[in-house]
């Protein structure tokens, strides 16, 4: 599995649509108003289906953990939300911290690890 | 050489860039380029302390809010330009700090600094990273990071050089320089 990290808008998708020759139908986005799908090669916009997770008081990595096969040999992406100051509200907090916990899961079982910074790849893993 | 500088806020961005930007000028003309238009009080003591910081620094001070190439204008030399950040928020809100963004702003100011690197013998830029927290942002402020995004990208592609500072720590993204 290839995992893609950083911030918004700084050009994560792209990274991954050229790097692995993607087309629309193989990029699952994710909502914080639905359940994550594991039936297509790239995951988008982890971030949000953690978000889903904290509204419906469910553990993202132990989702992501339960469905490893599936993704194993995947892309997924994910918004670095992690990094700055720690939000006054509880969901935004826990939001946050299950991102991260979940970000860290997919770092250790991942193949690969960059980190797109202004458009640019850094090598993690 | 042009060189993209970003980071985290009071993290040295400042200082580092004027360094480089001595150093590439070896003792040759060099302008700050400041795009800063302050408003209040605070405002006024943050440049006061920008001003002092690079005193003998053998800068020329150039005030430039908005149509950012016009430093080139009779100019030649190495320009550092702080920050592309005020830039973008002074084209963006040509009028006030509230009321409507100016859809062309993005645009102009990738063209202005584009010209920037393609005419100063030496350009450095200080831009700011701010892209990694956990905030459901309003969409005045998601259109305003995703347009300085957008500048970011841009500068990184044609800029030789890429550094983030990293509580003061040099990353290199691109390219490089012999500090």
């Known amino acids: 599995m290839d995992f893609i990290i950083g911030g918004a808008f700084q050009g994560k998708l792209e990274y991954a649509v050229k790097k692995h020759k993607l087309d629309d139908s193989d990029i699952f986005t994710c909502s914080e108003n639905a359940a994550v799908s594991f039936e297509r090669k790239c995951i988008y916009a982890v971030q949000e289906f953690t978000l889903y997770c904290v509204k419906n008081s469910l553990d993202a990595t132990e989702i992501f953990r339960n469905n490893r096969k599936k993704w194993k040999n995947g892309v997924i992406i994910c918004e670095d939300i992690f990094c700055g100051v720690v939000p006054l509200g509880a969901d935004m907090r826990a939001w946050r911290d299950m991102t991260g916990r979940l970000c860290a899961y997919l770092s250790s079982e991942a193949d690969s690890v960059e980190r797109i910074f202004c458009g640019l790849e850094q090598k993690l893993k | 050489m042009n060189v993209l500088i970003s980071g985290g806020c009071k993290n040295g961005k400042t200082s580092f860039a004027q360094d480089i930007a001595v150093k590439l000028s070896a003792g040759g003309k060099r302008y700050y380029v400041a795009t800063m238009i302050p408003y209040d ?139």
């Open chain 2, 41 to 179: 009080e605070e405002d006024r003591k943050r440049i006061d302390l920008h001003i002092k910081d690079r005193a003998n620094m053998g800068f020329t001070t150039l005030e430039i809010g908005r149509d950012i190439s016009s430093c080139l204008y009779g100019t030649n030399g190495t320009f550092l330009v702080d920050s592309v950040t005020a830039l973008l928020l002074n084209e963006m809100f040509p009028s006030s700090h509230s009321g409507e963004a100016d859809e062309n702003a993005v645009k102009r100011c990738i063209e202005g600094l584009l010209k920037i690197t393609e005419k100063a013998e030496n350009a450095v830029f200080v831009t700011d990273y701010i892209y990694s927290d956990a905030i459901r942002y309003d969409s005045f402020t998601q259109n305003y990071r995703k347009s300085l995004a957008a500048i970011d990208k841009k500068l990184a592609e044609v800029c030789n050089t890429v550094i983030e500072l990293c509580a003061g720590n040099v990353i290199f993204h691109k390219g490089g320089i012999v500090l």
